[in-house]
């Protein structure tokens, strides 16, 4: 029985991202691995050997079919693979399947919600939730996950959203912070700094130097810190110490 033989221009690839650009009348598709094309348009991937599957053009990934030369040329004027790859890969159009797509929402939003239980608690006791709950209270307060955007871009608007439509009481967990700086700078910096303390630990003034450890809201951090470069010319210091979400008993340390 004569043995049936796969065209030499054809290569089977599986488990691929691909990304499609259609060119001088014709579709043009590259085999990626899985979350290395938004690393690359990010710039976060800069090499191509780490981004494609295969070095090489398709007209149709799912089949195996090569690109021919001359369509190359025709539609991009040229035949060097690389520079077409380029191409495809920063204008081109990620193709996700329907049960790709979903799976890739799921863990993207799992992902927004670990995050947003690290950084927030229980009002009552300080504590944080599980997962599993901050899940649950996305889902109650109808929180779209966006696909385009990474995880950590959508934390702030979620617990905004947690806070205002979900009925679980929410709260960013307050940063610790320890606070040094001479006493000179501290007669004309001391009301300001503690302006954006919610709880004062520790307060102390030496000799020298005047010291604080305090509880703040995350966002507090950066007011104070360009107050320090503003005004003390590198003579203060200023350290975070913990989260006091990630546990009650937690001391501050010098």
């Known amino acids: 029985m004569p043995q049936i033989q796969q065209p030499s221009n054809q290569i089977k690839l599986t488990n691929v991202s691909i990304v499609r650009l259609k060119k001088g009348g014709k579709r043009f598709e590259i085999a990626c691995y899985k979350n290395k094309v938004q ?3 990010t710039g976060v991937e800069t090499s191509l050997d780490d981004v494609m599957q295969i070095n090489n053009v398709f007209m149709n990934v799912s089949k195996g079919e090569v690109a021919k030369s001359g369509d190359l040329q025709k539609a991009f004027g040229k035949i060097d693979i690389s520079n077409i790859v380029k191409e495809i890969l920063n204008k081109g159009e ?4 329907e049960k790709e797509r979903d799976h890739d929402l799921t863990s ?4 927004i919600a670990t995050l947003v239980a690290e950084k927030c608690v229980d009002p009552s006791n300080q504590r944080p939730y599980p997962v599993g709950m901050i899940e649950k209270a996305m889902a109650e307060a ?4 966006k696909q385009n955007k990474n995880a950590k871009s959508q ?3 979620c617990i905004k959203q947690l806070q205002t439509d979900s009925n679980l009481p929410i709260q960013r967990a307050r940063m610790r912070i320890k ?4 006493v000179a700078d501290a007669t004309r910096l001391r009301e300001k700094v503690l302006e954006g303390a919610e709880k004062v630990e520790h307060d102390e003034t030496g000799v020298e130097d005047w010291e604080v450890t305090m509880l703040i809201d995350p966002g507090q951090f950066r007011v104070i810190n360009e107050l320090f470069q503003k ?6 210091r ?3 110490l913990t989260f006091a979400a990630t546990a009650s008993t937690s001391q501050s340390t010098s």
């Open 39 to 41: 690393e690359w348009r």
């Open 94 to 97: 990620v193709q996700v399947g």
């Open 108 to 111: 993207l939003r799992k992902e």
């Open 142 to 145: 109808g929180f779209s996950v």
């Open 155 to 157: 934390v702030s608007e």
């Open 179 to 182: 606070v040094s700086l001479p």
């Open 231 to 236: 005004e003390c010319k590198g003579r203060g």
């Open 238 to 240: 200023l350290e975070t």
